[in-house]
């Protein structure tokens, strides 16, 4: 059975700053998807990483993918304050998400 | 992506009734999934809609609680039966187009059982 454990759970940052959420899964998956949830929303697509070595970026996110450590990271750079949300990984067998990364950036 | 329309977008029931949410997606999509999202905790997958066949139910999920439907490849309903506070959560559905790999979340409902 799949399981997906991120961390860390919760994060607390200043603005400005860089910080990587870390996103491990027990089986063999090939492809990895990041979701953000604002307070009371639905769930925002971010990115969906394909293969191994696979890297996308959008502003200040960059999310990565290694099958083989069975291992995806969401990077954040100098952060700022639009970025507070939840951050869910999800693999693709049977679809199971990660707990969630509740981010809180500071001014 | 596509588009979808989840309605209700939250009810507040009373216990032993049942609650029947929709989600209409402006597309033909493949495949349809149903979720429930406790207070503060992730999402956890409840079935998969299959088009013309009964629901696939993941572990922990059964069809007399959650009875779903799908007549065409745009529209599903999700009946949360008999419900007690514990089904207070808010519910999801989403969709996957064929040869797509980006999922597309409705709204969410928010129940709330008193």
């Known amino acids: 059975e799949l399981k997906v454990e991120q961390n860390p759970l919760f994060l607390s940052m200043q603005e400005g700053k860089n910080y990587t959420i870390y996103c491990n899964y027990s089986?063999?998956?090939?492809?990895l998807y990041w979701y953000r949830q604002d307070p009371g929303k639905s769930l925002e697509s971010l990115f969906v990483?394909?293969?191994?070595?696979a890297v996308k970026q959008e502003g200040r996110l960059m999310a990565s993918l290694d099958t083989k450590a069975r291992l995806s990271t969401l990077h954040i750079t100098a952060a700022v304050h639009d970025l507070s949300a939840t951050y869910f990984c999800?693999?693709?067998?049977?679809?199971?998400f990660g707990q969630g990364t509740r981010l809180t950036i500071n001014p | 992506s596509a588009v979808i329309s989840q309605k209700p977008s939250r009810d507040i029931c009373q216990r032993g009734t049942s609650l029947t949410i929709q989600c209409q997606v402006d597309?033909?999509?493949?495949?349809m999934f149903w979720y429930r999202q406790q207070p503060g905790q992730s999402l956890t997958l409840i079935a998969t809609?299959?088009?013309?066949?009964?629901?696939?139910?993941e572990s922990g999920f059964v069809i007399d609680k959650f009875p779903i439907s799908r007549p065409n490849l745009t529209f599903s309903t999700l009946t949360v039966s008999n419900m007690s506070p514990e089904d207070s959560s808010i519910y999801l559905c989403?969709?996957?187009?064929?040869?797509?790999?980006?999922?597309?979340f409705g709204s969410g409902t928010r129940l709330t059982v008193v």
């Open positions: 989403s969709v996957v187009r064929e040869g797509g790999y980006g999922y597309t």
């Open positions: 089986t063999t998956s090939d492809r």
């Open positions: 990483l394909l293969s191994n070595g």
């Open positions: 999800k693999g693709a067998q049977k679809l199971v």
């Open positions: 597309s033909q999509v493949t495949m």
């Open positions: 809609a299959n088009q013309g066949s009964e629901a696939t139910y």
